[in-house]
């Protein structure tokens, strides 16, 4: 599987962004998809997931509201809609897809349960 994600950019605070993770080389039906992210000098941690078929989501107690993932079956895309970014939303923000995620109960919280990850696209919010 190839994820190739993009969308980042400079963006002031309160503003949004939409991020794009384009799968390649599967079919996700099985498949929960995550979206991660890494301040500079932190460590990466969780932000979002959906499970490709049930569409169950699950988000980061930071997210509060602000941030939606959905995803695209005919594009084989994910999103996560980014609103009002504060400068601590910036980060490296990664997709990455878990190939055996059964049917849709897991949080899928923990980056081992991730095969895959895509390259990563910046996101700098100026205050």
């Known amino acids: 599987v190839q994820l190739q994600a993009s969308g980042g950019g400079l963006v002031q605070a309160g503003g949004s962004l939409r991020l794009s993770c384009v799968a390649s080389?599967?079919?996700?039906?099985?498949?929960?998809m995550g979206w991660f992210r890494q301040a500079p000098g932190q460590e990466r941690e969780f932000v979002a997931s959906i499970h490709w078929t049930a569409g169950s989501r699950y988000y980061a107690g930071f997210v509060k509201g602000r941030f939606t993932i959905s995803r695209d079956k005919f594009k084989n895309t994910v999103y996560l809609q980014l609103n009002r970014l504060a400068p601590e939303d910036t980060a490296v923000y990664y997709c990455?897809?878990?190939?055996?995620?059964?049917?849709?109960?897991?949080?899928?919280?923990?980056?081992?349960?991730?095969?895959?990850w895509g390259q990563g696209t910046l996101v700098t919010v100026s205050s």
């Open positions: 990455a897809a878990d190939p055996d995620s059964g049917y849709g109960l897991s949080t899928n919280e923990a980056e081992y349960e991730y095969d895959y």
């Open positions: 080389g599967a079919t996700l039906t099985t498949y929960a």
